[in-house]
């Protein structure tokens, strides 16, 4: 490779607000520093995706900068962008981001870049190819896990089931501690087109991660709902983080290499 690796991360947003003291309310696009932190190694430079600017280069020319894109967790996805009206006005997520995002996964997806996604980022890539998600999970199962606790947040924990011969089985093989965190109260309901599950919260059954799967195309494009930035490696109660980031940058090399 003649450049260090190009990681675009998307962007999380803080919309105009005059009633919002901090930064007086201005419009704010930002990046996660746990984030940042999980991509930053020797090799790999991860800089934000920023949306389109009426005066700036199109998002179909940004997405050629970077040789592989990761979509951001955050605020909730609008259940407008998947043909639903919200129940609730606090489930009303954020319909603007989400158009940024989807447009950003259709470039990157036509181009094959790798793209991984994080939490929101999974529920993005469900929508993204046609699927829909749980407004709210407890909403949907109120026998069901707690999915999200603000209180606990990262440190809210479950088990997960990664199903047998999935590619998740294989970057976990020799795993016995099959914990993670689990900060999200939407959840994916039906699957997007060409997406499979790899792995399942046991006790009520909620999606814990998809992978895109055609043999034509080898397109990479995983994602989990948990958040591997939130941990450490020297955390051995929860899944390692590296295997997901590490097979991902892997696949980045690979197309930069094409």
């Known amino acids: 490779m003649s450049h260090p690796l190009r990681i675009g991360l998307s962007a999380c947003m803080w919309h105009q607000d005059p009633t919002r003291s901090i930064f007086n ?6 990046l996660e520093r746990s984030l940042l932190d999980y991509v930053a190694q020797p090799g790999v430079y991860a800089s934000m995706v920023p949306p389109e600017s009426p005066r700036g280069m199109p998002l179909s020319e940004i997405v050629t900068q970077f040789d592989g894109i990761i979509f951001h967790g955050g605020v909730d996805m609008s259940p407008t962008s998947y043909g639903q009206t919200p129940l609730r006005p606090e489930w009303k997520g954020d319909a603007l981001r989400d158009a940024y995002e989807l447009a950003l996964f259709e470039e990157a997806f036509a181009r094959r870049l790798p793209i991984l996604g994080i939490c929101r980022g ?28 603000a209180t606990l947040y990262e440190k809210n924990q479950h ?22 965190n689990s900060v999200h109260h939407q ?37 989990v709902q948990w958040h591997p930035e939130f941990q450490t490696e020297e955390d051995t109660t929860l899944l390692s ?3 997901l980031l590490d097979d991902f940058l892997a696949a980045c090399r690979k197309r930069n290499r094409t």
């Open 187 to 223: 959840g994916i309901c039906t699957l997007g087109k060409g997406l499979i599950v790899e792995a399942l919260s046991p006790e009520d059954g909620i999606i814990e991660a998809i992978r895109y799967e055609d043999t034509e195309t080898d397109q990479y494009c995983a994602a």
């Open 122 to 149: 999974a529920q993005l890539i469900n929508v993204a190819l046609g699927g829909t998600l749980y407004q709210d999970i407890q909403d949907a199962q109120p026998h069901g896990l707690v999915h999200r606790d």
């Open 159 to 180: 088990a997960v089931k990664i199903l047998p011969g999935s590619k998740l089985a294989k970057l976990y093989p020799d795993a016995t501690q099959l914990h993670i």
């Open 241 to 243: 983080p590296s295997p």
């Open 25 to 30: 309310g201005r419009p704010l696009v930002y």
